[in-house]
């Protein structure tokens, strides 16, 4: 609410961001982002006094409900994040307050939900990806660590154990991968193909039933 506005807001600047929408700035700040239309409905033009009753429907209505009808209609190609969808908005240039209400209103009815997103990528990918890419790439896409653990233990407990030596098997298998006929360069070669996949170094040897392989050997 505009409970701690009391001063007077001034419009210093209103912007064309593309042909429909322009970007507003109040007392030399960017405020937020409006359609062409309103700005007429509004009253909005650079030098005016922006009236508090004005900002407020502003912020508390038109923004809020434009937002959260963009996070529905993005939902409606794929699931998101969290921080997927804060970076989307941030993309349009939502205030951070109608952000935060918009992604609140969408977790509220569980349309973003990381932890469910979290099992269902750990789901699809249990058979092709290891543990390690699994767990690099929900962190990019911003789930937590808890959500991830969270998310092994669940999909274990249903599926049973991931099993990378298998993983890694059927990945020499496809290499063409002989160790008996394989020389150390090229042992370590697809060592250091496997260790970019995300498996252990353990597992990697192990699969590869290459004796001549040390811990220390060059991964890159």
């Known amino acids: 609410s505009l409970m701690g506005r009391e ?6 600047k209103t912007e064309a961001v593309n042909k429909s929408k322009y970007a507003v700035s109040i007392d030399g700040e960017f405020a937020f982002v409006l359609y ?7 009253g909005i033009a650079q030098d005016r006094e922006l009236p508090p009753h004005v900002y407020e429907e502003i912020m508390e209505n038109v923004l809020p409900k434009r937002a959260k009808l963009r996070c529905m209609n993005l939902l409606k190609s794929r699931e998101y ?3 997927q ?15 935060e209400e918009a992604i609140a209103y969408v977790e509220s009815f569980g349309y973003i939900n990381d932890e469910a997103y979290a099992r269902r990528y750990v789901e699809t990918y ?3 990806k290891s543990r390690r890419r699994m767990e690099d790439d929900l962190r990019r896409k911003g789930v937590d660590r808890s959500c991830i653990e969270e998310a092994f233990c669940t999909v274990q407990e249903a599926d049973g154990l991931q099993n990378e030596e298998a993983m890694i098997k059927e990945l020499l298998r496809k290499k063409h991968f002989d160790a008996k006929q394989a020389d150390l360069k090229e ?6 193909f496997l260790y970019r996949k995300g498996f252990s170094p353990d597992k990697i040897r192990k699969a590869m039933n290459c004796d001549d392989l040390e811990e220390g050997d060059s991964w890159e």
Not at 7 to 12: E, L, P, S
Not at 36 to 42: A, N, R, S, T
Not at 187 to 192: E, N, S
């Open 187 to 192: 042992k370590r070669r697809i060592q250091a």
């Open 81 to 83: 994040t969290r921080q």
């Open 85 to 99: 969808m804060e970076e989307k908005l941030r993309q349009g240039k939502y205030p951070p307050p109608v952000i």
């Open 126 to 128: 249990m058979e092709t």
């Open 36 to 42: 062409k239309g309103e700005l007429h409905k509004y």
């Open 7 to 12: 001063d007077r807001m001034v419009i210093t």
